[in-house]
């Protein structure tokens, strides 16, 4: 007689042994990011009252850190509150760097220049992170400056039961904010625009009459087929949305622009059709965020929906919303936003005391075609290790490095091969070296593979931004060298030749 119930318990371990087996080998090309926030001093710098030098290392240790654990994005907080962390000619600095808004650093100082000249010394992108309606965090709590934005433009704003917002049914600020941010796109060297989910205001915390006089002037003005304020509000987002891709592409072609959205986009509430059946917000309809015409539109490169519910929870359940987005979203890349911050033993939720809900999720990452990679908001939690997930990441998906995926919605710039690959005996060390004058060639991918293997084994050892490399010395790898450009293309990847022991 055929014992079923042994048969289906051993299928039930082959299946989850093959599952894990591939789910945790690293991929070679996997977007690793972290969001950095500077409001409140949240994540760094640690408080607005340190000197330029403190706040310099602080940024140089936390990017050591995420250096260590192979990650290869920083998402930097830049517009926390109608402000700046950076040097502008539109926009006063943030209280959050120098204790005072409109006060700027000692000596020239420009936080924001240094972050991304240590960034890309790490071969990490930094994208510059704006909140752009949102232009004061706490009105109560934080005042803004007499001169800020909110109150010389008092008319164009409105505020729900802490937050102040730029009005987005006027066209001044959109181009406002527009101007704000292709300023940042043209004096630095970013790698990406990005944005979080605050167009309008969550319908909880606000008054739903503030722009009624917008909208009936612009009836008045307009033979417009928007037959109601909804569709007029969505429609003032999707032009903001469509101008400001189109002017940063004008400035950089190869700078990004993704946004991070709420992850449920519409709900049944709204459209029995369509909409997701759960209690949730839903961002075309209250958020006014359409984010299915901006993919198909193509006027976001990225989207990282914030999937920060644990797997079973109701509202927001992980791998319901996950699967969504694998399955709706055509053109842009599509990453996975992730609670970091509710890693905590004392946490007050079970699910979130150790790191085997947040292992799970990126495990089911894994399995999706759509998702090319991940971010963890926030830092702080993080750096601190809580729950020892550094070493959980180590020993899964960051063991090794990781190439950040191309973008079809960007124009490819291809790198040409490094030459004269060779490698140098110096005592303890190897030292691999070679030539290339090519300035595609953005930064260079280091490979490994055993001797006795076959070359198509290698793994992603080391990135490294100049043209040669401290190895330890060994004598059972071979290795290989290939150059990345600033779109992330990559060239052949080429062997390296022993040429001789230096000393």
Request: with cysteine.
């Amino acid at each position: 007689m055929i014992n079923y119930k042994g048969l289906l318990i051993v299928l039930a371990i082959l299946i989850s042994f093959s599952t894990t087996c591939k789910s945790e080998i690293p991929r070679k090309r996997e977007f690793r990011a972290i969001w950095v926030t500077t409001l409140l001093n949240l994540d760094w710098p640690s408080s607005s009252h340190l000197s330029n030098e403190k706040i310099k290392k602080e940024c140089i240790d936390m990017l050591n850190t995420f250096q260590k654990n192979n990650i290869n994005t920083v998402i930097l907080q830049v517009r926390p509150s109608g402000d700046a962390i950076y040097k502008s000619d539109i926009v006063m600095w943030s209280e959050w760097i120098t204790g005072k808004q409109g006060k700027a650093p000692k000596n020239n100082f420009d936080p924001l220049e240094f972050f991304i000249e240590e960034c890309h010394k790490r071969c990490m992108e930094l994208h510059a992170w704006f909140n752009p309606f949102r232009i004061v965090f706490n009105y109560r709590l934080h005042p803004a400056n007499k001169n800020h934005i909110s109150n010389k433009y008092r008319k164009i704003t409105f505020r729900d039961k802490k937050h102040k917002y730029l009005n987005p049914g006027v066209h001044f600020s959109r181009s406002y904010i527009c101007k704000v941010i292709c300023e940042v796109v043209k004096k630095y060297d970013i790698d990406a625009v990005h944005f979080d989910d605050y167009f309008y205001p969550f319908k909880t915390n606000s008054n739903d009459n503030y722009d009624k006089k917008e909208y009936i002037k612009y009836l008045i003005e307009n033979n417009s087929n928007l037959s109601n304020i909804h569709d007029w509000r969505r429609e003032n987002i999707n032009d903001f949305i469509y101008n400001l891709s189109k002017e940063i592409k004008e400035i950089k072609p190869y700078v990004k622009f993704g946004i991070s959205p709420y992850p449920v986009w519409r709900t049944s509430k709204y459209d029995k059709l369509k909409g997701l059946n759960l209690r949730a917000c839903s961002s075309y309809d209250e958020l006014y965020a359409d984010y299915i015409l901006w993919d198909k539109m193509k006027w976001v490169d990225y989207l990282v929906p914030q999937l920060y519910g644990s797997i079973n929870n109701k509202t927001l359940p992980y791998k319901f919303l996950a699967n969504w987005w694998n399955s709706n979203i055509h053109n842009a890349n599509v990453y996975a936003g992730m609670a970091s911050y509710k890693l905590n033993r004392r946490s007050r939720y079970r699910v979130w005391r150790n790191n085997k809900e947040f292992i799970k999720q990126l495990n089911y990452n894994h399995f999706l075609n759509n998702f090319k990679g991940h971010s963890f908001f926030r830092a702080k939690p993080f750096l601190k290790n809580n729950t020892h997930i550094q070493e959980a990441l180590l020993n899964t998906y960051h063991k090794y490095p990781a190439i950040i995926p191309t973008n079809k919605n960007i124009k490819a710039i291809y790198p040409s091969n490094p030459q004269n690959i060779r490698i140098i005996h110096m005592g303890k060390d190897n030292l691999i070296l070679w030539n290339s004058k090519d300035r595609n060639n953005y930064y260079y991918a280091i490979y490994r593979y055993l001797k006795n293997e076959d070359p198509s084994t290698k793994t992603l050892y080391k990135v490294c931004k100049k043209k040669f490399c401290t190895l330890v010395r060994d004598e059972i790898y071979n290795y290989a060298v290939s150059a990345i450009s600033r779109t992330n293309q990559e060239s052949e990847i080429i062997p390296a030749k022993l040429e001789t022991d230096l000393f």
